[in-house]
């Protein structure tokens, strides 16, 4: 148990000289920053701590190794009621291809809802509507290489349309997950949208000139480049009751370090206590971020069905709501 101790504390104590200096930080220099956006209803519960805890299709998002505990084949649906009336969804699907190889699909798509169309000169709207979507398809292979090591890796489809213009571009994601073998620990890490710079495109950035600068009458706005928010993650989980074969209850702890490029390094910390493989209620909290409060969640897992449920406080921006069903077939 020191070993966990030791660990957690260096992971909080880490955190908090970089979260609480508010000079440079590197926060709006980033493009896609929904891909940031916590998906999978029980990591969601669990405070976002995920990298070591996943398991199955719904850990894909925290770590493409996550994919390696899928006994057969794995199907995951997810809605979630986000902030300011966005709403996003998750699809992923999961199958073992060989006793070592394992494969999956995952879907994210995002919606703003439909927003009022303003301009410079109609500050009050011009009767027309508009939305945001945002879409992350990802194809990820893992592979058990060890009874205790499984690495994976993911390549992803990113798109982003606002009302006329559009962003699109491939990014990679590489996960690991190993279990030490010392106190049951078990590590976890990962590297997620690592890419070339995006920039938008489309004919929302076209502007009408004369026929004696442009022969077609329009001229296109280049717009900057700028980078994905790549993410590092570290983390570690551990069973604090239970773990053993034949064990009927099981309590597991998981905490996270997390450092996104535009951002300061913040920790998720995490609790999930299973009974008999069949109830599960969750708990967790983020340290040292500027909204994400506390999170509470639960399941219920009957024959290959698994329901799942995520609360999640934001404080001044109030609360999300999120609900999950999974299939083990």
């Known amino acids: 148990m020191r070993y966990l101790f030791t660990v957690i504390l260096s992971v909080l104590l880490f955190s908090r000289p970089f979260a609480q200096e508010e000079a440079v930080t590197k926060v709006a220099t980033s493009a ?11 990591a ?13 299709v719904s850990g894909i998002y925290y770590n493409p190794s996550s994919i390696a505990y ?11 009621n986000y902030l300011a009336g966005i709403t996003h969804n998750t699809l992923s699907y999961g199958t073992r291809l060989s006793p070592a190889d394992y494969f999956a699909v995952h879907l994210f798509y995002l919606d703003s809802g439909d927003m009022e169309v303003t301009t410079e000169r109609s500050p009050d709207g011009t009767l027309e509507q508009f939305s945001v979507t945002n879409l992350s398809f990802k194809m990820a ?18 798109r982003e349309d606002i009302f006329t213009a559009y962003m699109q571009s491939f990014v990679f994601d590489l996960g690991s997950n190993f279990d030490t073998g010392i106190y049951g620990i078990v590590l976890g890490m990962s ?13 929302g950035l076209e502007v009408v000139v004369a026929d004696t600068t442009a022969r077609d009458g329009k001229l296109s706005r280049i717009t900057q480049k700028f980078s994905v928010p790549l993410i590092f993650r570290l983390g570690l989980e551990k069973d604090l009751v239970g773990g053993e074969e034949g064990d009927a209850n099981r309590l597991t702890v998981s905490v996270d370090g997390i450092n996104p490029i535009d951002y300061t390094v913040y920790g998720a910390l995490g609790l999930e ?15 040292y971020h500027d909204t994400a409060g506390f999170s509470l969640g639960g399941g219920l897992k009957w024959s290959m069905f698994t329901i799942d449920y995520a609360y999640v406080d934001y404080g001044i921006l109030k609360n999300t709501q999120q609900f999950g069903i999974s299939l083990n077939f």
């Open 44 to 56: 969601i519960g669990m405070g976002g701590s995920h990298v070591a805890s996943g398991k199955g």
């Open 191 to 203: 590297v997620s949208n690592f890419g070339p710079e995006v920039q938008f495109h489309g004919e």
């Open 70 to 80: 899928i006994e057969s084949s794995e199907l995951f649906y997810s809605k979630s």
């Open 141 to 158: 292979y893992s592979r058990r290489l060890t009874d205790r090591l499984r690495v994976g890796g993911a390549i992803k489809y990113i």
């Open 32 to 42: 896609a920053n929904w891909l940031k956006i916590d998906n999978g209803v029980r």
């Open 273 to 287: 206590f299973s009974w008999r493989d069949i109830a599960f209620i969750r708990a967790g909290t983020r340290l």
